[in-house]
């Protein structure tokens, strides 16, 4: 570590976010991060409780002077989205998180997500925690687990237990906004059989790789155009079939993760021999259409064809075209009220062609259920004429935007206080953690803040330092108006 991060250590907020990184924390893997946030608190002599779900709930009573005031509950994610650059050595479930300063900004310098999703906003409420300074109304305090994945955490917190009016989620990206509503979503799961044989007598086979692209959130980021490297894969086998060219496929892959908008995608491809010159130059053809497509996004795209060995098995492309040309992929539609945002869309986020068959995970979101539900409708229909299936599971409820709010006035007021102008209301084409206790306690009065964070479940995720400073200071005011 070098000075100047050990400069920024000395700031509390920064600290934890620190230990934090030293703790790995993928989802379903919080035993550890859940244990020390309990355990802080209890050395701290603050109430603390823990359930089955490793959700951990802390308490601190109102500061002098504000024991009548209504309680304020804070609410961050423990677990981490866990994407890593192609190549980069680093296991998630045993290896901390190495970031480093570039002027205003942390990051990892590209090799894995930061994790500031969302252990910024854990790092915050332990400030507050921590500040008896500070004065406020009795503090919740409620970490979750496994908000990227399936929200399980959320969803399995006893809402009953909740006493504040208020509720202050810590898990935006953008200081200068207060989130007040989000989409809901779930995950589809297509599956089709494939027949598979032995790669014909006189092919060949050689890997083509697309890599480099953006990614992002699959929400937050999903209309920023930093395309989808199946899609593009995909496009490359089109193109050798309107070349003529005879192929067939060996093993897919492309994408890791539903939520993340895919960066790479390869492919083992079998073709005649004599066919190695007229495939090469379909290749470059589209590359090339690729990089002006992408001229802004794409900077770092790479379409690469590379010998390989011949597979053991290969399967005719017809089955995986199909499915990914007909599947619905990006944004379907627009919010036909609030210019600019995403009301509905899809995200074709993992595919992977074996000896068993194609499979292809998506993951849908909507602030209208019945439009989720028609395109997860789209796939089955799609599944059935490929003679698969597909499924849905991992369901998570919208949070509906609230007209009056009297949460949202006092955050704004004390945003104009500090910096001299106003905030930003909005919805996001992202779920979070508040439908979950909004829909169970539907009084409950919400917003959610953060500081400036970019590329969200990608490696290239930043966080700026600034922006965490003027967050914090922010949080604290809010705290203090809510008398």
């Not at 934890?16 to 035993?31: A, G, N, V, Y």
């Not at 500061?63 to 994610?77: I, S, T």
């Not at 790092?123 to 399980?152: I, R």
């Not at 905030?423 to 909004?438: D, K, M, P, R």
């Amino acid at each position: 570590m070098n000075a100047e991060q050990e400069r920024l250590l000395q700031e509390p907020v920064f600290r934890h976010f620190h230990t934090l990184c030293q703790i790995p924390h993928p989802s379903f893997r919080e035993e550890q991060i859940s244990r020390y946030l309990f355990d802080w608190a209890c050395e701290r002599g603050l109430e603390a409780h823990r359930d089955a779900h490793r959700n951990v709930l802390i308490r601190k009573p109102a500061a002098a002077e504000y024991e009548n005031a209504p309680g304020v509950m804070l609410q961050a994610h423990m677990d981490m989205a866990c994407e890593k650059a192609s190549g980069a050595a680093h296991d998630f479930e045993t290896d901390p998180i190495r970031w480093q300063i570039e002027g205003d900004r942390i990051n990892t310098n590209g090799r894995t997500t930061l994790g500031a999703d969302d252990g910024i906003g854990v790092a915050l409420a332990l400030s507050v925690l921590e500040d008896d300074s500070l004065p406020h109304p009795a503090l919740e305090v409620l970490f979750t687990t496994a908000e990227e994945e399936d929200f399980s955490g959320a969803a399995g917190f006893d809402t009953a237990a909740m006493r504040s009016k208020y509720l202050i989620n810590l898990d935006h990206c953008c200081d200068r906004e207060f989130l007040c509503g989000s989409c809901g979503g779930q995950a589809a799961e297509l599956k089709v059989p494939v027949e598979s044989g032995a790669v014909p007598e006189g092919w060949i086979a050689c890997t083509l790789t697309v890599s480099g692209l953006l990614g992002g959130h699959s929400g937050e980021d999903i209309h920023r155009g930093h395309g989808n490297a199946i899609s593009l894969l995909v496009r490359l086998f089109l193109a050798l079939e309107e070349q003529g060219i005879p192929f067939q496929l060996g093993p897919v892959a492309g994408g890791s993760f539903r939520l993340a908008i895919p960066r790479d995608a390869s492919a083992v491809v079998c073709f005649p021999a004599g066919a190695q010159e007229k495939l090469r130059s379909a290749v470059e053809q589209l590359k090339d259409a690729f990089a002006m497509e992408l001229s802004a996004s794409g900077a770092q795209l790479t379409v690469s064809l590379a010998s390989a060995e011949r597979p053991a098995w290969c399967a005719a492309p017809d089955a995986l075209l199909t499915a990914a040309l007909l599947s619905p992929d990006g944004i379907y539609q627009m919010n036909e009220t609030l210019t600019g945002l995403v009301d509905t869309s899809d995200n074709m986020g993992e595919l992977f062609l074996t000896e068993e068959g194609l499979r292809i995970v998506y993951e849908i979101r909507s602030a209208r259920p019945s439009l989720g539900n028609y395109l997860y409708q789209r796939l089955c229909r799609l599944a059935k004429m490929l003679g698969g299936k597909c499924t849905t599971d991992r369901f998570y409820p919208s949070w509906s935007f609230q007209p009056e709010s009297r949460l949202r006035s006092i955050a704004s007021e004390a945003y104009r206080e500090l910096f001299g102008c106003d905030a930003q209301y909005l919805t996001v084409h992202a779920g979070l953690e508040v439908g979950f206790f909004s829909e169970k306690k539907p009084e409950l009065d919400a917003i959610s803040i953060g500081p400036d964070c970019w590329n969200f479940h990608s490696p290239s995720e930043e966080m700026s330092i600034s922006s965490v400073r003027r967050v914090y200071r922010l949080l604290c005011n809010i705290l203090a108006r809510c008398r």
